[in-house]
């Protein structure tokens, strides 16, 4: 029997980083991971494995290294059972250990949806976070030539990228009107699908598909309009689900969505547990209501706040939602985007006016690599107050993306952004003088009746 202070069970974005900040703030008790992986992925990587960096072995989380930098054991192995009235875990090897306080961050599995019919076939994949899957799966992709994927969330349409890349013929299948189309609204959206054409993927949006046909392996797609389209292999990218089996088989409580129900402080219904990452359950930030978003940044932003609620609670550290902070890029040009779209804001009734501006990242406009770059603000009418935003332009929008969350999380004004001080440079940022952050801000607080704000 181990007996440790706090165990961890996962290794992953949510796990390393529970683990790891807990150890920090707790430096006197003892760490414990528990993790199938002897080799943890970096999660938001996986798509590049089929193109830009070859191979899984390229795409490494140096988790073991830094579990060991901190002092934290690392078990091998998988938790077969979670016994809460006597905090201890049962494990397939048939060993057991003992715990004060328990961290969940077990992740998530991805969706197959019953209704479709085919995906039972041989050469129709999902894209787990499974190094040993994903190997396989690459190496069967190699003798694939036109590979369908059905669902262009941002997993579907990076592996588009990567895989067309790759020399594969490459159509991606969306039932929305257009790619990416929960995550922002239709003017970046448009963009992303110009790009993934311009680069060879067939896109095809609001098109369902009404099952994967095939004799033993897969031969195409059928549409639900009648369309075929021959495919030797097929990729579902429908998103993906909380992976909850052992809290819930536990008794611990799930959230409306299928989630670990938890407070702001990453706490379950048992004191001596907390949960984080994909496994847990989310609130929107702005709107309140529950929210189904997997995002890594979002998983270490709980991780961060679990470990440091460990054994003391802090009021200021706690997590207050999700803010839906995404980016993405394909080719040379990024899209981000953070908080409210303008099309939720609408659909939740919010009073809202949207700023705009397209200007340069670069300046002069001369200068090599320079992109457009284009802002759209959501602001709240009667308050001012930043909801969301929305970017499209070079890589240099991840950071401008993150800046916009930032703002959201704090709150801001759209004052706050019209007295602004930035730093500028020629060949790192737009001009002072037309910052398109600043100027779209503009264009906002021109709609605005700001009465005395």
Avoid at 168 to 190: C, M, N, Q, R, Y
Avoid at 334 to 352: P, Q, Y
Avoid at 363 to 382: A, C, N, R, S, W
Avoid at 390 to 407: D, M
């Amino acid at each position: 029997m181990t007996q440790t202070d706090v165990l961890v069970i996962g290794s992953s974005a949510a796990g390393l980083v529970a683990a790891t900040t807990g150890k920090r703030v707790y430096p006197d008790k003892k760490f414990t991971v528990i993790t199938m992986m002897p080799r943890t992925l970096i999660p938001c990587g996986i798509p590049y494995i089929f193109g830009s960096v070859g191979s899984s072995d390229n795409d490494i989380l140096p988790a073991e290294k830094m579990f060991k930098a901190n002092d934290i054991e690392v078990i091998y192995d998988e938790v077969a059972k979670l016994d809460r009235e006597n905090c201890r875990v049962e494990l397939k090897s048939g060993d057991k250990v003992e715990y004060k306080k328990l961290v969940l961050g077990t992740g998530s599995l991805p969706k197959v949806p019953g209704w479709l019919k085919g995906t039972e076939l041989d050469e129709v994949y999902t894209v787990p976070k499974n190094k040993v899957y994903l190997d396989e799966m690459q190496k069967k992709l190699e003798g694939a030539n036109k590979i369908v994927i059905i669902g262009a969330g941002f997993i579907g349409v990076e592996m588009s990228d990567e895989l067309n890349k790759a020399g594969k013929e490459v159509t991606l299948i969306e039932k929305l009107p257009h790619a990416l189309g929960l995550a922002f609204d239709e003017d970046i959206s448009v963009i992303a699908e110009g790009l993934l054409n311009d680069r060879g993927v067939k896109m095809m949006t609001g098109a369902s598909v009404k099952e994967i046909i095939g004799d033993g392996k897969v031969e195409g797609v059928l549409l639900e309009d009648g369309t075929k389209i021959e495919a030797d292999a097929v990729i579902l990218s429908l998103g993906y689900y909380p992976n909850t089996k052992l809290a819930e088989e536990s008794g611990l409580s799930l959230s409306s969505l299928g989630a670990i129900r938890v407070d702001e402080y990453m706490r379950t219904e048992d004191p001596n547990i907390f949960a984080v990452g994909d496994c847990a359950e989310k609130r929107d930030f702005v709107t309140r209501k529950p929210s189904n978003i997997m995002l890594a940044s979002t998983a270490c932003a709980e991780s961060r706040i679990a470990g440091m609620n460990l054994f003391k609670l802090s009021a200021i550290k706690t997590f207050s939602g999700t803010i839906s902070i995404f980016s993405t890029a394909i080719g040379g040009t990024g899209i981000g985007v953070a908080g409210l779209t303008e099309t939720v804001a609408k659909g939740e009734n919010f009073d809202i006016v949207t700023g705009k501006f397209e200007g340069i990242d670069r300046h002069p406009g001369t200068l090599e690599d320079t992109h457009k770059q284009f802002v759209k603000l959501i602001v709240g009418k009667e308050s001012g107050v930043i909801l969301g935003g929305e970017v499209a332009g070079g890589l240099s929008v991840g950071e401008l993306t993150n800046t916009i969350g930032i703002i959201i999380e704090n709150r801001m004004p759209i004052n706050a952004l019209l007295t602004a001080q930035i730093g500028t440079h020629p060949l790192l940022t737009a001009s002072p003088a037309g910052y398109p952050l600043i100027k779209a801000a503009e264009d906002a607080s021109s709609k605005i009746m700001f009465n005395g704000l």
